[in-house]
């Protein structure tokens, strides 16, 4: 039985294949890979940059541990965002996620809905 099992393993041995046919599957891989998920990672960045270096003084933003606040202050790479009435921190921009027109609109919307009922 033995046997027969070692002379079937040595009846299937492929056949040799180029360097070709190993390198098209990386290219087409890596090629998938730079269009799904590289690229959109470059543009979402840059995207978030030009945001930051265009925070001003009065705009809503979300801090990395998601505290929202109001910018009263830009100095440099830091702001000072105020949280609540005379409580104000400082943070780093990089740290800040601008929130658009549309989010604080929809969010009053919201409370406006819940206080009607």
Same mark, same amino acid.
């Given at each position: 039985m033995?046997?027969?099992i070692a002379y079937a393993a040595?009846?299937?041995?492929?056949p040799a294949q180029g360097i070709?046919?190993?390198l098209l599957p990386m290219? %087409? #891989?890596?090629?998938?890979?730079?269009? %799904? #998920?590289?690229?959109?990672?470059?543009k979402k960045a840059?995207?978030?940059?030009?945001?930051?270096e265009a925070l001003k003084t009065g705009d809503e933003v979300v801090t990395s541990g998601g505290i929202y606040g109001v910018i009263t202050k830009v100095d440099?790479?830091?702001?000072i965002v105020e949280i609540a009435d005379k409580v104000k921190v400082r943070?780093?921009?990089s740290q800040l996620y601008p929130r658009t027109k549309k989010e604080?609109?929809?969010?009053e919307d919201k409370e406006d809905k819940k206080d009607k009922k």
């Amino acid at each position: 039985m033995f046997v027969a099992i070692a002379y079937a393993a040595e009846a299937a041995a492929p056949p040799a294949q180029g360097i070709g046919s190993m390198l098209l599957p990386m290219v %087409l #891989i890596f090629g998938i890979f730079y269009f %799904l #998920i590289i690229r959109p990672q470059q543009k979402k960045a840059k995207d978030h940059t030009k945001s930051l270096e265009a925070l001003k003084t009065g705009d809503e933003v979300v801090t990395s541990g998601g505290i929202y606040g109001v910018i009263t202050k830009v100095d440099g790479d830091t702001v000072i965002v105020e949280i609540a009435d005379k409580v104000k921190v400082r943070a780093v921009k990089s740290q800040l996620y601008p929130r658009t027109k549309k989010e604080v609109t929809e969010k009053e919307d919201k409370e406006d809905k819940k206080d009607k009922k």
